[in-house]
């Protein structure tokens, strides 16, 4: 065993080296890539990170050149990659020694560096075709550790047991793809085959977990699978929210608007860093963090900062529409009241926001809370030992379900009484 460990990590460490080799050979020539004009006659870039020539113009207008937006685009993938690197580092360093933690370091290493950000990987093996097998390999690496990731954490075992066909099937269709891109784009029925088999790969791959955290998962195990499910849900989300207004309304701005191009060029990447910090939450730490608390406040805040947004946008254009009726001409007035309505609103809004949250998600905290505070109003009225002594223990059997729960009262007379509450049926 202490033999198989050793060669696992001393591959870890030849995939850190291989990519942050990749790493490093990538970036002047992305940066030459990005900082080169689109050269498309119809001005649509097929490279995300190319600029067309109306892009160039309007990176001028507000001030950036396209060698700082090369060199913005470019550092801040770098620094992505690093930061993947740096989380599979810190797990390897501090559970090396666990078989599921030691997947998770090849993971995100092999992943964040390779098979992500592929752009690097396709600007490298088309410059130097020597880097073709070691950057595919890498390549191919992040693919399949990814679905064992998936379909084995937080126990490092496939379940249910046809998990494994579908790791097989997945990457039968995907790793040829991977090696060969252009395999797959000459034939129309092998291009929906491939997103056929990517969305089967996903919806059992959500079966699987939401399978093995209600059947075999342990609390530890549950948290560790709470913290993934919301770092990956909460960056495909927002990844979602950025993109969809622009592939559903404004596809025409890719290539030209500037803060399309720093959006898609520098952003993205930094929203996807939530998926490695998460996993690092969840293998390191995750029993010292709250994950739901940390859910709550997430859909509290999100529903709350959503709803004031849409408020403030429509009072913005109601209040435009009156006063341009009233009075010919755009006032500030609106701008100012609607801020001022989006100030009264805030606290009264956030208030129902957590109660319907509560309600709906958690609702047998919601409901201790509730016996919780009725006791506590009683408790100020009450002056019968007897009947606050009988409230104590419903109020705990209510709350905390116990299997069975005890009060002792000290009388005057150093004698002790006792009131026990009886064991619930089932």
Known sequence: ??????????AWVLVVILGLAITAASAPLMFEQTSTLCTEAAGVCLERSQVSTEGLQRLREVGLSLGLYAGLIVGVETFSKLVWVAVGALVFLLRSGDRMALLVAFFLVAFGTATFATDGVEILVSSHPAWWV???AQQVLGEVFIVLFFLTFPNGRFVPRWTPWLAALFLAFQIPGDLFPDLYSGSPALEVAQGVVFMCFVLGMLGAQVYRYRRVSTPQQRRQTKWVVFGTTLAISSLFVLLAPLLFFAPRLFGTSPFVLILIGGVIPLVMLLIPLSIGVAVLRSGLFDIDLVINRALVYGTLTASLALVYVGAVVVLQQGLRALTGQESQLAVVASTLTIAALFNPLRRRVQRFVDRRFYRQKY????????????????????VLSDDLLAVMHETVRPEHASLWLKPPKNRKTRKILPKPHP
């Open 1 to 10: 065993m202490r033999g198989g460990f050793f060669i696992a990590r001393a």
């Open 134 to 136: 070691p950057a595919r």
């Open 367 to 386: 409901d201790a809370e509730r016996v919780l505070a009725a006791f506590s109003a009683k408790l100020r009225d009450e002056v019968d030992l007897d």
